[in-house]
């Protein structure tokens, strides 16, 4: 999970976040300002600090309230949706920085409160399976699609004009001012794109196929070494005004440098923005709950911990709600949402069972706050094979799809393409449902009104799909529990019973050696969510479904 504190505050920097562009005819975005360029180098070393901070003192309180071994993190998949499809790069996109926050920090609080009513089990079941899964895979395809472009990646493709994309990986001072196109004879020719493949990826790929631990953060760190030296064709620090600051900064090495320009700076005028702010809020608590619901119960399956009579597990309700709040308080620092990381996969596979796994996550975190320096100096070419290579792992949700009826398959194929080349989570996820409810709606009515003379082909391979009431019941029995005077009303399990208590006692001891638990090892955690949900029928989370944080 290291690698999100350099790839995070990388990628929410290009917002600009606070700084304002006071742009001339010539440069409209600030493209040029040394002034601006250097406002928002402050603002990554901002996040930088924020995003250790939020990250540790949530996987610190997950351990400590919860008792499970989950850390939490900005996720990749919300990040990327929170800096390219709302706010945009310097702040091109259709909801400010600062307003973009102001919905962070709401739907922390909604999704807090669907916590305790316990909607939130029921709004996730709701959701059909073939969506859910779809939407890791089609935040996959996003962040491979970032990972490729210059903005956050290493800048292999670019927009075109006669073709949607082309092929780039020239110079910069051979690209074009207008569009960033490169000319034919200088297409693939920048020495820093070539770093990124060989030293970042293929080293990455490499030692991740061998299950090497800490594979991302070494090819990472590997390529940042290579770019850090100035005067070289690779540098990082460029002699401008940003590079010899960025340079001066980096000089350090150990800094606590504070949170000055992302802290508190919330907007909460909406007017002028009331839809578009709907539609971010909405989105964000979708994903949110879909990719936090679905990691969290495929993490607790890995670990043993789930009761099979209810498919909950002991700690849930605090789970969800460590998640909830850490994401309005990151909110406030000036991070996107935070989420469970199924990277916790790798901690459980080596015999993390408990809170203690977690909180030792968020130790590590907190220490990375004195190596600000360091982490702010993460070229984008180090972390856009990352962003590449997270990609194809959440892309292996693909075939758990069901592509055998095509009321399923449709919608989600819409999902999966919409999100990269429209370059937004929303519009898939909008493309996905909405072509769902037509196809199902309109077969519905034909076999309906023609009093089931007409059949549907294939309709036998049907995924499942129920709005009703999961096992157990939607209202959580905490208040109760509270009422008589219980201080763990927050703990499912009750002494008297076997179920969850006695699910983590044997995990110890079987734990993710069973025939049953090997299965995670190719699974989306979004299959792996709905399936819980929808009765139990899959296996636990893997190493490899998400988003990270996807988030």
Not at 43 to 63: F, N, P, Y
Not at 466 to 482: C, H, I, N, Q
């Amino acid at each position: 999970m290291a690698y999100v504190i350099a790839v995070v505050p990388s990628m929410v920097a290009l917002t600009g976040g606070s700084c304002v562009c006071e742009g001339t005819a010539e440069d409209p975005t600030c493209a040029g300002d040394d002034e601006y360029a250097l406002c928002v180098n402050v603002i990554k070393r901002d996040l930088v600090t924020a995003t250790a901070a939020i990250s540790a003192l949530t996987s610190i309180c997950m351990g400590l309230f919860a008792n499970v071994p989950v850390g939490l993190a900005p996720g990749l998949g919300l990040v990327s949706y929170f800096t390219f499809g709302v706010v945009g790069v310097r702040g091109s996109g259709d909801v400010p920085y600062e307003l973009a926050l102001t919905a962070t920090f709401v739907e922390g609080w909604i999704f807090f409160g669907l916590t305790m009513l316990g909607l939130r089990q029921w709004l996730a079941q709701a959701i059909p399976k073939s969506i859910k899964i779809a939407t890791g895979v089609g935040i996959g395809m996003f962040l491979t699609m970032i990972g490729l472009t210059y903005a956050q990646g290493i800048g292999l493709i670019v927009g075109g004009t006669d073709t949607p994309l082309e092929l780039a990986g020239c110079r910069p001072s051979d690209r074009s001012e207008l569009d960033g196109r490169c000319p034919d004879a200088t297409k693939m020719r920048n020495p820093t794109m070539w770093v990124g493949i060989f030293c970042g990826g293929f080293l990455i790929a490499v030692l991740t196929l061998y299950r090497i631990k800490g594979a991302v953060i070494i090819g990472t760190l590997f390529v940042s070494c290579i770019s850090w030296p100035r005067a070289t064709a690779i540098t990082f620090f460029p002699d401008t005004a940003s590079g010899d600051d960025s340079f001066q900064f980096f000089r350090q090495v150990v800094s606590c440098h504070g949170i000055t320009k992302t802290l508190g700076v919330q907007q909460w005028d909406i007017s002028g923005y009331g839809s578009k702010f709907g539609m971010v809020l909405i989105t964000l608590l979708y994903v949110d709950i879909l990719d936090c619901t679905g990691t969290l119960y495929s993490m607790a399956q890995f670990a043993g911990m789930v009761d099979q009579e209810t498919q909950d597990f002991e700690g849930s309700t605090a789970a969800f709600t460590v998640d909830a709040i850490g994401i309005s308080i990151g909110a406030l620092l000036g991070v996107p949402p935070i989420t469970a990381f199924v990277e916790s996969g790798a901690g459980i596979s080596e015999g993390g069972r408990t809170g203690l796994t977690a909180i030792s996550t968020g130790v590590c975190f907190l220490m990375s706050i004195f190596f600000a320096p360091i982490f702010a100096s993460i070229p984008p070419w180090a972390t856009g094979c990352v962003l590449i290579l997270v990609g194809s792992m959440m892309v292996t949700g693909v075939t758990e799809i069901n592509w055998r009826y095509m009321g399923d398959g449709i919608p989600a194929f819409l999902t999966i393409v919409m999100m990269p080349f429209t370059y937004s989570i929303a519009y898939g996820l909008i493309a996905g449902i909405c072509s769902y409810a037509v196809i199902n709606t309109s077969v519905y009515m034909i076999e309906t009104l023609s009093c089931g003379r007409i059949e549907t082909p294939g309709k036998e391979a049907k995924d499942a799909w129920t709005w009703r009431v999961p096992r157990g019941g939607v209202f959580p029995s905490w208040p109760g529990k509270l009422v008589r005077g219980r201080w763990n009303f927050w703990r499912r399990g009750d002494s008297r019973r076997g179920g969850v208590a006695g699910g983590s006692i044997r995990a110890g001891r079987e734990g993710p050696s069973t025939p049953d638990s090997e299965k995670h090892q190719g699974r989306s955690s979004f299959d792996d969510g709905g399936g819980q949900l929808q009765g139990g029928g899959g296996d636990g989370g893997a190493a490899v479904g998400r988003e990270v944080g996807t988030g």
